[in-house]
């Protein structure tokens, strides 16, 4: 289960390039951004609607996984975030990490992590 999991999320994010992510999230999706000042949402569309209102602070925004480590129901993802504002022609890029949990092949919790080694000790493993 823990492999196909990975491959849920993997989906998940290429669906997420195609702004079709909704079809992998569990009606009751919790998302949790490591910043306080977003706030925690419920369901498909407020995530969406979250996602939406971070990336529209950007001319460009793009968040890619590029590591997804399988730990039973949950997947630790770290991610490479590039985005270019509206202001300036610089590439900004930063990493971060999430903890998808999974249930019945559906994401029901994403939890945000400012690095990989956070995320991974909160999914209770080590780097």
Do not use: C, K
Request: no cysteine; charged share 30%.
């Amino acid at each position: 289960m823990s492999q196909e999991n990975a491959e849920i999320v993997a989906a998940f994010f290429e669906a997420a390039t195609s702004n079709e992510p909704e079809a992998y999230l569990a009606d009751d999706v919790e998302f949790v951004p490591f910043t306080r000042l977003a706030g925690r949402s419920r369901g498909p569309e407020g995530f969406t609607r979250q996602i939406a209102e971070i990336a529209d602070q950007f001319a460009e925004y793009e968040v890619r996984a590029e590591q997804l480590r399988p730990v039973g129901d949950r997947v630790v993802a770290a991610l490479q975030r590039r985005a270019r504002s509206t202001r300036s022609p610089v590439l900004l890029t930063d990493r971060f990490a999430q903890v998808f949990t999974l249930l019945d092949r559906e994401i029901v919790r994403i939890q945000s992590y400012p690095s990989f080694s956070e995320a991974l000790e909160a999914a209770g493993l080590q780097e």
